[in-house]
């Protein structure tokens, strides 16, 4: 999967989108530390060991680089930046129960905005899976011979089983 390039200043605005969050009953919000323990559990449960890693990174940042998603007082997404690659956006992960209630969009534009107050002028999504996707949302554009890109000769367990985006299933 190629890595996309945002144009920060291009932005839809993000209030929208918390709108639409918190009339569904779903608060969106930084991570806070005292959290950190939870939330990489569930990253690595939902997802992968690879984005547990990613999320414990976005924790050490101050303040932290992850933003959540909550509902009923309980975990159902995440969204990074600033993790495997400075200027980077994810990894971002939504539970399969609430999909297709735009959480992943709002946690996209909740990273985005983040990082465009930091400074940033434009964002790198790494090795992004639904490109479709950030085309119309944040009209993300692909990043030609992005692929591996900084993912290149990253180790992984033999027996995981697991192909990241971009690498081989060779092991």
Do not use: N
Request: net charge negative; glycine share 12%.
């Amino acid at each position: 999967m190629p890595d996309m390039l945002v144009k920060l200043y291009t932005l839809p605005p993000l209030e929208p989108d918390i709108a639409a969050m918190t009339a569904q009953g779903i608060t969106l919000r930084r991570g806070l530390a005292p959290e950190k323990h939870l939330v990489i559990a569930w990253a690595k449960e939902h997802f992968s060991e690879y984005w547990e890693s990613e999320c414990d990174v976005a924790f050490s940042r101050q303040p932290p680089s992850i933003w959540i998603a909550t509902c009923d007082g309980a975990l159902v997404g995440f969204g990074c930046y600033d993790t495997t690659a400075l200027g980077f956006f994810g990894p971002t992960g939504v539970a399969e129960s609430m999909r297709g209630r735009g959480v992943g969009k709002a946690l996209l534009l909740a990273c985005l905005h983040a990082m465009r107050d930091i400074g940033y002028g434009y964002a790198i999504i790494g090795s992004a899976g639904p490109v479709d996707f950030y085309q119309r949302a944040v009209g993300a554009q692909v990043i030609e011979d992005s692929i591996p890109g900084v993912y290149a000769g990253m180790l992984r367990r033999k027996d995981d089983g697991e192909v990241l985006p971009g690498l081989s299933g060779a092991g």
